[in-house]
């Protein structure tokens, strides 16, 4: 669970920085520099979207194996 | 830290492998004009100095990672949020070229596969990777430097053979002065690639003899510098200054124009070989040194379990940094040297040198062996 | 014993029945159709022309040219009250039993198209189990189904094959045509609040040389079939042809549209800079608070600059928004001329009767019956259009900016 929170964290502070250096960059407002973060994702293919979230789900894997193994152990 | 012993040589490869990376398949130091490989030389020179103060930081502390020292020199508090900026910062670059590969496979040979998917595979290779740990890259390194000789060594031979260098495009050398030249070096190259060596600052500990750190270091920077100016130099001199400013991957153009023995042409293959195994070390090393940072910081037990997620984190940022292509470059070559790389390489490592100089000098003796 | 009799009697005569032979087809008893193609003539009584594959020439690929000299079809005609007693008729030409499982194309002559609604016409085909349901349908514009299906083709053994892989490329490519096949019109035609569209093949060229063998034989053939834009219907009817950016309009608001090219102007050159969308996806929703319902469409595309004719700098991310912008309004402009236009024709091939009935059920009660007519000319439609250029392909700025520096 930590380890995604960390990512998590991590991932938040580089949109930031994404967004910043868009702004400094010459985009018109912050608005459009956050909205300029999201847009490549607008226009997915089917495939390329099962992908994508296949792989977003595959980090929650180990944290909940985690989890039930030590509450397996908990019972015994 | 892994407990993980590299050699010397291992750490000269590495690091010729990482500057050459992304830097070999751009226009760079394309505004120096014809004088952009006198501009890389100077840039090598200055990463030579650059990696000085790095190596000055290595030599008060040759066993810990930056992430703690950091902390024993500038305090618990301060070291900590620079130590989580630098993770920040190495996961940006990783992003940065990851997203420098997948455009460019879309733009020679995928046209229609999305940038996600490109990217993807590059990111997965490189989490296997770090998962193995640094030892597999560093022979892994090994293998693949040997491809990347062979491949350059050939391509050279190709390229002065096939007659179309035309010595004539590279002059003037400094058509409008040397401070066109020099303002590029220190805009641009100094930073890109070679400031970018700071990353190895996590891999200098593991080095069985620190002794040699050094010398290898500055030999490498020296070596990569002088392939990377040949390469430009090759490129102007084969397709002139005016096609290389317009291209975005002026190496491929290059090879392109080979024409040998009616059979030797088209060998676009060169090109993505050598483009795929630089950028394979460098996103690998990046995203391996701010797995290892954040796993320090955090007090993660095992940096493997934060290799997947991280990748994932850059996988995506590598998506979000820009809309277009022309944008990501744009960012690359205005903003990101003068807001990113300027602090991170330069200002805070002198600055930490400094107090670490003073700190020590004040100690005297005691502190040293501390 | 005696049991062991019993089964055994038992299982010897089982085997007399169980080998499967009851209606069999010998493959060299079989006529194999490739394709079919329907028209009327002026009598009223259907015409059918069949192609049918001629397999020793169709199969010379490995010996070089052996069976090369004649072609790989074989059309017959055949006419009659209605499909199937047309099919009937047509076994009196041929010498073997004609098998219909190969086809995988169903012409439709203009002329017929107009006249009768199409349904009825495709009820045999749809009933009949030999009959495959994934056969693609297309209209013959300007010329009876027949002659498309007796043009001989390059490249393609089989003119049905030509006819239908060139509507797949030309669907991929360019985005004015779209594959229908048998099942995809019925499911449209039968489904409330939207009409179908199929796409329309053309003759170029006298078919009367197309016939030959010697059509082909040079390296620019005299009479080709070629995609041409979409046949729009209204209830079962033809009612007109689209072509062009309109057609490209219709298909784009069905969401089918794989690959095409927007031409943009920049500054004053017109049609200067071509955009090429690699992939899109279209939405419509529907507003069904007001009276009359409000349709939205939303499309989101993305692609590359393919080729600039004028100056641009294109290595500036502030010049690619403008760009993106210029191609915002072009498609929206060339998506609103086309539902404008159909709004006119008063027939909704897009759908947005479905949009409504799917979003409110009960107010669809209220629409459905004169939908075409009275409701559907009088929706207030937007189009929201958000378009993205991610790349510019090998080169940043244009030769052409440099020589206007040089000249200037």
């Not at chain 2, 090994?142 to 495009?169: K, Q, R, W």
């Not at chain 2, 750190?213 to 490498?220: D, E, I, N, P």
């Not at chain 3, 055994?8 to 194999?32: H, P, Q, Y």
């Not at chain 3, 409504?356 to 207030?380: G, T």
């Amino acid at each position: 669970m930590k380890v995604i929170g960390i990512s998590f964290v991590l991932l938040l502070a580089l949109m930031g920085v994404a967004a910043a250096l868009d702004f400094f960059g010459g985009s018109p407002d912050l608005n459009a520099s956050i909205r300029n973060i999201f847009n490549p994702f607008l226009v997915m293919e089917t495939i390329e979207m099962v992908i994508f979230i296949f792989i977003v789900l595959c980090v929650f894997i180990p944290p909940v194996r985690q989890f039930f193994q030590k509450r397996n152990k908990s019972k015994q | 830290m892994e407990k993980a012993r590299i050699s010397a040589f291992q750490l000269f490869i590495l690091i010729v492998l990482f500057e050459l990376g992304s830097a070999m398949i751009v226009p760079l130091a394309i505004e120096a004009k014809q004088g952009a490989w006198l501009a890389i030389l100077i840039g090598a020179a200055g990463g030579c100095g650059i990696f000085l103060i790095y190596y000055a930081l290595f030599r008060y502390y040759p066993d810990e990672s930056p992430v703690h020292f950091v902390r024993h020199i500038i305090g618990s508090v301060p070291g900590k949020i620079v130590a989580f900026l630098y993770i920040l910062y190495f996961l940006y670059l990783s992003a940065r070229v990851v997203r420098d590969f997948g455009e460019m496979l879309i733009t020679i040979a995928y046209v229609e596969t999305p940038l996600f998917v490109l990217n993807l595979l590059m990111v997965l290779l490189a989490v296997y990777t770090i998962r193995k740990g640094i030892e597999v890259l560093a022979r892994t390194g090994e293998l693949l430097f040997i491809v990347l000789a062979f491949l350059f060594l050939s391509a050279f031979l190709l390229i002065a053979a096939g007659g179309t260098l035309d010595y004539g495009n590279l002059k003037p050398v400094m058509g409008e002065g040397l401070a066109p030249i020099v303002k590029t070096a220190f805009t641009q190259t100094i930073y890109f690639p070679f400031g970018e060596i700071f990353a190895f600052m996590m891999i200098m500990p593991y080095v069985t003899d620190p002794k040699k750190v050094k010398r290898t270091g500055l030999l490498a920077i020296t070596a990569s510098g002088f392939v990377l100016a040949s390469i430009m130099a090759a490129n102007t001199g084969v397709l002139g200054v005016e096609l290389v400013n317009r291209s975005l991957f002026p190496l491929l153009a290059t090879i392109q124009s080979i024409e040998l023995a009616d059979f030797l042409e088209r060998l676009d293959v060169y090109f993505m070989l050598a483009a795929i195994i630089g950028g394979f070390v460098k996103i690998t090393l990046f995203l391996y040194v701010s797995v290892a940072a954040a796993a320090d910081l955090f007090k993660v037990k095992k940096p493997s379990q934060l290799a997947y997620p991280l990748g994932v984190v850059v996988l995506l940022l590598s998506i979000m940094i820009a809309g277009s292509l022309p944008e990501h470059i744009q960012e690359g070559i205005k903003l990101v040297p003068l807001y990113l790389h300027l602090p991170f390489q330069v200002i805070l490592p002198a600055l930490v040198l400094l107090v670490a100089f003073v700190r020590h000098k004040g100690r005297g003796k005691e502190g040293e062996a501390k | 014993m005696k049991r062991k009799w019993i089964l055994f009697s038992t299982m010897m005569i089982s085997m007399a029945f169980l080998s499967g032979c009851w209606s069999k087809k010998e493959l060299s008893e079989l006529a194999l159709i490739s394709a079919v193609g329907i028209d009327r003539d002026e009598d009223g009584n259907y015409m059918k022309a069949i192609q049918i594959i001629n397999p020793g020439n169709v199969s010379s690929g490995l010996q070089g040219g052996g069976g090369g000299q004649a072609p790989g079809v074989t059309v017959i005609t055949a006419e009659g009250k209605s499909i199937v007693d047309v099919h009937i008729n047509a076994s009196a030409e041929i010498s073997r039993q004609l098998y219909h499982p190969h086809a995988n194309l169903i012409v439709i002559g203009e002329d017929l198209a107009r006249e009768q609604p199409l349904n009825t016409l495709l009820d045999s085909f749809d009933r009949n189990a030999e009959f495959r349901n994934t056969a693609q349908l297309v209209i013959a514009k300007k010329s009876p189904a027949a002659d498309l299906i007796k043009v001989l083709s390059p490249v393609e053994k089989l003119p049905s094959e030509k006819i239908y892989k060139t509507l797949d490329v030309t669907e991929k490519m360019r985005g004015e045509n779209i594959t229908v096949s048998l099942q995809d019109f019925i499911k449209t035609s039968a489904s409330p609040g939207i009409e179908p569209v199929l796409s329309s093949f053309t003759l170029e060229g006298d078919v009367k040389e197309g016939k030959k063998q010697e059509n082909i034989q040079q390296s620019q053939p005299e009479t080709i079939v070629k995609a041409d834009g979409l046949a729009i219907f209204k209830e079962d009817k033809l009612v007109d042809f689209y072509s062009g950016n309109m057609a490209r309009g219709v298909v784009w608001i069905l969401d089918r549209v794989k690959q095409t090219d927007v031409l943009l102007d920049w500054k004053k050159n017109k049609d200067a800079i071509t955009y090429s969308v690699i992939r899109q996806s279209t939405s419509v929703s529907a507003d069904t608070s007001k009276d009359l319902p409000e349709i939205t469409v939303n499309v989101k595309a993305e692609g590359m600059i393919r080729e600039t004719e004028a100056p641009v700098k294109l290595d500036d991310p502030n010049v690619i928004h403008e760009l993106e912008k210029t191609a915002e309004k072009e498609i929206k402009e060339q998506l609103e001329r086309t539902v404008k236009q159909t709004q006119n024709k008063k027939t909704d091939i897009f759908g947005f009767g479905q949009t409504v009935y799917r979003k409110d059920a009960d107010k669809w009660k209220k629409l459905r019956n004169n939908w075409n007519d009275d409701y559907f000319p009088n929706l207030k439609v937007k189009v929201n259009v958000d378009a993205f250029i991610r790349r510019t392909g090998l080169r940043t700025a244009p030769n052409l900016s440099e020589i206007k520096e040089k000249y200037e």
